[in-house]
Every structure is written in structure tokens, then in C-alpha cells.
């Protein structure tokens, strides 16, 4: 529970081999808390943005969709320029919509994404954003995942790039 109330940095990364109690570890920490707490577990093959679009849900922010045309899982939005541009926007405009759906919380709001090593590029990449845009509100970012070779080279990368944005837990 220390690690929830304390003044890091506001990404927690949680890593570890398959079976070995990440889950457990954070369902304990948060567990002894008064904050709301938004859990979300990632899965494979969800849309874009998938894991941001249940923390808005959960937090009563229901107007806000993506639309699902967002980020590199969709090939056919024109050429790179143009499917990044997109990308940023939505990210700004989920960005938005996260600031307003915590703000309405007094005090701290602990988000959790669980099994992040299953979560889509967007969902990986709009957490990195958060990290570097710093919002306002007070929130705390929790992530779990897998470590080792049995998390695919893409989104391996990923969390490297995440683990650099967030207090690190192996």
C-alpha cells in the first residue's frame, strides 16, 4: 500500500514471470485504500484504445468512444502521416476525457491495467502520453505484466519503453 500512496512517479509498473503473484500483489496493496480504484485486465485482440475506454467507463464517462479507427491496428487509414495524425488527436482527446472523468473524484484515483503484456498498441501507447502530459488530476497508473519470451517482441518493446516512464517493480 505504500508504493499507492506515495509520491512517485504516477506510472507503477509491475513485471514478472507468468504465476508468480503480480495480480495478487496489487489486489493486496490497493486493497488497504480509500481511493477509488478503476481495475481493468487486457486481453487479446481488443480494439484501439480498449483499456482507456473501460477506465472512462468505470469512471461514469460513458459520451466518449473512439470509434475504433485509431493507431496502427488499422491498415486502412491512408498513409502513416495521416493514420499518426489521427492518433494524436484521439490521444488528446482521451487525454481530455480522462482529466474530466477523474476531476470529478475528490482525492486520488488509482487506475490498474492488468495483464498489460495483452493490451492493444494504442491502450500502451496512450499510458506513455499520460506519463509525459503529467495532467492536473490526481491519478496513479498501476500496470501488470508478464516479463520473458513468452510476451510477444512488439509489445515487449512497448513496455521497455514504458518501464522508462514509470517506477519499476520486477
Do not use: N, Y
Not at 483499456?51 to 486502412?76: F, I, K, M, N, Y
Not at 487509414?77 to 476531476?103: H, I, M, N, P
Amino acid at each position: 500500500a505504500e508504493s499507492v500512496t506515495h509520491e512517485g512517479r504516477m506510472i507503477q509498473l509491475v513485471r514478472g514471470p507468468a504465476g508468480i503473484g503480480k495480480t495478487r500483489l496489487i489486489t493486496e496493496a490497493v486493497g488497504g485504500i480509500t481511493a477509488p480504484v478503476v481495475w481493468v485486465r487486457c486481453w487479446d485482440d481488443t480494439g484501439p484504445l480498449w483499456a482507456w475506454e473501460q477506465v472512462l467507463d468505470q469512471l461514469g464517462c460513458t459520451g466518449h468512444r473512439t470509434g475504433g479507427t485509431t493507431g496502427p491496428e488499422r491498415s486502412d487509414q491512408g498513409d502513416r502521416l495521416d493514420r499518426f495524425t489521427l492518433l494524436v488527436k484521439e490521444l488528446r482527446s482521451v487525454a481530455r476525457a480522462v482529466d474530466r472523468a477523474v476531476g470529478r473524484v475528490v482525492g486520488r484515483v488509482v487506475v490498474v491495467i492488468d495483464d498489460a503484456h495483452l493490451c492493444d498498441h494504442s491502450s500502451l501507447l496512450f499510458t506513455r502520453f499520460l506519463a509525459r502530459a503529467r495532467p492536473s488530476v490526481d491519478v496513479l497508473v498501476i500496470v501488470t505484466a508478464r516479463s520473458g519470451d513468452d510476451v510477444d517482441h512488439a509489445r515487449r518493446a512497448e513496455l521497455e519503453e514504458l518501464a522508462r516512464e514509470a517506477d519499476e517493480f520486477v
